[in-house]
C-alpha cells in the first residue's frame, strides 16, 4: 500500500512552510453549495454519460497496483524496487475462461425465473430499444451459472424495484424521504459497459472493463442495501437530499468486490476489483460482451 513519486521539482519552493491544509474548510464550503443543487439520491459517484466514441473521466487505479521487489547490494545494502502491476492480457484471459467453461453449468430453472424477474421489472417505455426483452433473457442466461448471482436476484425477489431503459446510463435511485425508502429504480442500458481499470496493458485487456450484465449486478447490490437495509442506508445519510452517499457507495463496491472474486473463480474471466466508483462508459454489442472482447456465456 505504499506510492512513490519521485521528486520532479525543478526549483525551490518558496511556500512549502504555508499550511494548505488550512484553506480547507474553504474548499469543502464551496463543495457543499454545489452539492445543495442536488434533490435526488442518486447511486453514481459521477454524472457518467457515453457517446458513440468514449467518455473521458477519471479512471480507477487497481487494488494493488504496484509490485515490490527488494534486493541486496554486495556491501549489504537493501534495494527496493517497484514497478506497475499489469492486468491478465487477453490471451491469458480467453485462455482461462476456455479452460473453466467446460465446468460451467447453467441452471435452466434459474435463467427462466431470473428472465421473468428482470422483464417483470422493466417498464417499458415509447421509444425503447426493441431488443431490450431478448437482452434480458441473454443476462438472465448468464446469471444462472453463478449461484451467489441467483442467490442475489432471489433476496430482491418481492421488494419495490423498478427497472428503466435510460440511454448511456448506470444508476440506482432511491426513493422516499429520511424516515424510510420506499423504492428503488434502477437506471440501465443493456448496451452500455464500463473500463474501470487504466493501468498498463488495459488497451486489450478484458480484465480491466465489465459488460453490462456486470454493470447491471452493481445497481442490483445497490437496490438490495437501499431496500433491505434501508435503516442503514438512511443512518449513513443515504436519504439526505444535498449529500452523496459516499459511505454507502464504497459498501457497494466492496460488495462488488466479493462478488466479481465469486463469479471469477468460476469462469475465470478476471473482473475488476476496484476501490472507487469511476471508469470510462462504453458501448458494446451484447449485454455479456466487455467492451475489449466478447467473452459471452454463448461462446
Known amino acids: 500500500g505504499i506510492y512513490l513519486k519521485e521528486d520532479s521539482r525543478q526549483h525551490d519552493d518558496a511556500t512549502f512552510r504555508h499550511n494548505r491544509r488550512r484553506d480547507v474548510s474553504l474548499v469543502l464550503s464551496f463543495c ?7 434533490r435526488v439520491v442518486s447511486a453514481n459517484d459521477l454524472p457518467l454519460t457515453a457517446n458513440a466514441q468514449s467518455v473521458a473521466s477519471q479512471l480507477a487505479e487497481p487494488t494493488q497496483p504496484m509490485q515490490a ?3 541486496f547490494g554486495k556491501d549489504g545494502s537493501r534495494t527496493i ?4 502491476s499489469r492486468p ?8 482461462a475462461y476456455s479452460q473453466k467453461q467446460a465446468t460451467l453449468k447453467h441452471d435452466q430453472i434459474a435463467a427462466s425465473t431470473i428472465a421473468d424477474f428482470l422483464t417483470t421489472l422493466y417498464q417499458a417505455n415509447a421509444g425503447d430499444p426493441n431488443t431490450i426483452n431478448a437482452d434480458l433473457a441473454v443476462i438472465a442466461d448468464y446469471y444462472s451459472q453463478f449461484p451467489h448471482v441467483i442467490g442475489l436476484i432471489n433476496e430482491l425477489r ?12 448506470w444508476q440506482a435511485q432511491a426513493w422516499g424521504n429520511r424516515y424510510g425508502v420506499d423504492s428503488v429504480t434502477i437506471y440501465f442500458d443493456t448496451r452500455l459497459g464500463a473500463q474501470l481499470l487504466n493501468n498498463p496493458g488495459c488497451e486489450d485487456s478484458p480484465a480491466c472493463s465489465i459488460s453490462p450484465a456486470d454493470a447491471l449486478l452493481h445497481e442490483l447490490l445497490h437496490a438490495k442495501l437501499m431496500l433491505l437495509d434501508s435503516e442503514h ?9 444535498n449529500l452523496y452517499p459516499f459511505a454507502h457507495e464504497q459498501e457497494v463496491i466492496n460488495k462488488e468486490n ?9 469462469d475465470g474471466r478476471a473482473r475488476p476489483l476496484r476501490h472507487r466508483h469511476s471508469g470510462e462508459l462504453l458501448h458494446v454489442t451484447c ?11 454463448s461462446e
Open 258 to 266: 466479493q462478488l466479481y472474486a465469486q463469479m471469477n473463480q468460476l
Open 32 to 38: 457543499i453549495g454545489m452539492m445543495a443543487t442536488s
Open 81 to 84: 524496487r517497484l514497478r506497475q
Open 88 to 95: 491478465p492480457t487477453a490471451e491469458q484471459v480467453l485462455a
Open 233 to 241: 442506508f438512511i443512518a449513513g445519510g443515504g436519504m439526505e437530499p
Open 69 to 71: 521487489a527488494m534486493s
Open 158 to 169: 418481492g421488494q419495490k424495484l423498478v427497472m428503466t431503459y435510460r440511454p448511456d446510463t
Open 287 to 297: 449485454p455479456a460482451c466487455t467492451p475489449v472482447k466478447h467473452v459471452a456465456s
